[in-house]
């Protein structure tokens, strides 16, 4: 599901920033932006985050600012000098009367340089990092909680919908032996009229009774029923069931297909095609939930 989270902590010379945005997908997958220092903490990021995501894309931005002081900083004058050499070069050849800036000379690559020691130690900076990741998460699960609530509405809603066309099925259900025996008889009637003989009553019992059995749906009503009351005791569920309602999904939707093809009745097509269009809006929903 899609979710956002954010905090940020503040200790003596050290400010964390993190930011977690969470996008629908059926698997898990993880991105870490942050500082190349920070790169060895990914394993520790992952198992945290995966703590509170199952399934998602999920972007984790890390940001960490130090507060700076002279002693953090090496001017190498190696790499001035030679600024300043080929500068004064040009200078010459181009016949510039401006002087060089030394301000200007000092944003040139290289000449400022950052002390190891101050932002290479990411094994003392993960306690206030993972304390700051943990509360950017709890504040993204609420929100994926609100937007889980809303989900489960809608999904229940599409289930009560199916529930509804079922049971237009099993009223009909029982009616197509006999719409079956209605047909054939005017059919065979008509037929052995122009030959003047008489049908037997014997007969036309055996062909609907075998009929009957062929397109019995009984079976698969109560599966689909059952089905339907399992979807419902899942979405109740405090734990993680994302994959266990795509496979009930699935299972619906076989059940479904089944009574379409051995009812073979216009009536009860109509209503499996409304089944599977709430199942399918239903399949869409389920892959981002956890």
Request: net charge negative; glycine share 4%; aromatic share 6%.
């Amino acid at each position: 599901m899609t979710g956002f989270g954010e905090s940020h902590h503040q200790e003596t010379g050290l400010a964390v920033g993190v930011e977690v945005r969470t996008i629908n997908s059926r698997y898990f997958k993880l991105t870490v932006r942050s500082s190349e220092v920070y790169a060895p903490l990914e394993a520790e990021i992952e198992t945290i985050v995966r703590q509170h995501v199952k399934r998602g894309t999920v972007q984790v931005s890390l940001r960490v600012d130090r507060a700076h002081s002279a002693d953090h900083y090496r001017l190498n004058e190696t790499a001035l000098a030679a600024y300043r050499d080929q500068l004064e070069r040009v200078r010459q050849q181009w016949k510039l009367t401006s002087p060089l800036q030394l301000e200007a000379l000092l944003q040139l690559p290289g000449v400022v340089e950052e002390s190891a020691l101050h932002w290479s130690d990411a094994d003392a900076d993960w306690p206030h990092i993972k304390r700051t990741l943990a509360e950017a998460l709890e504040r993204l699960s609420k929100m994926r909680l609100d937007e889980g609530a809303a989900m489960a509405a809608d999904l229940r809603a599409n289930a009560a919908a199916i529930g509804r066309e079922l049971e237009s099925i099993a009223e009909r259900a029982p009616l197509i032996g006999e719409a079956y025996r209605t047909r054939l008889t005017e059919r065979l009637e008509r037929v052995l009229a122009e030959y003047q003989q008489s049908l037997d009553p014997g007969d036309l019992i055996k062909e609907v009774s075998i009929y009957a059995e062929r397109t019995d749906i009984s079976e698969e009503i109560v599966r689909l029923r059952s089905h339907l009351a399992q979807f419902d005791v899942m979405l109740g569920e405090a734990e993680s069931s994302g994959r266990k309602l795509e496979f009930l999904t699935q299972e619906m939707f076989r059940e479904a297909n089944t009574i379409g093809s051995k009812a073979n009745d216009v009536q009860i097509a109509r209503h499996v095609i409304e089944i599977k269009a709430a199942i399918e809006r239903i399949r869409e929903m389920i892959q981002n939930i956890e």
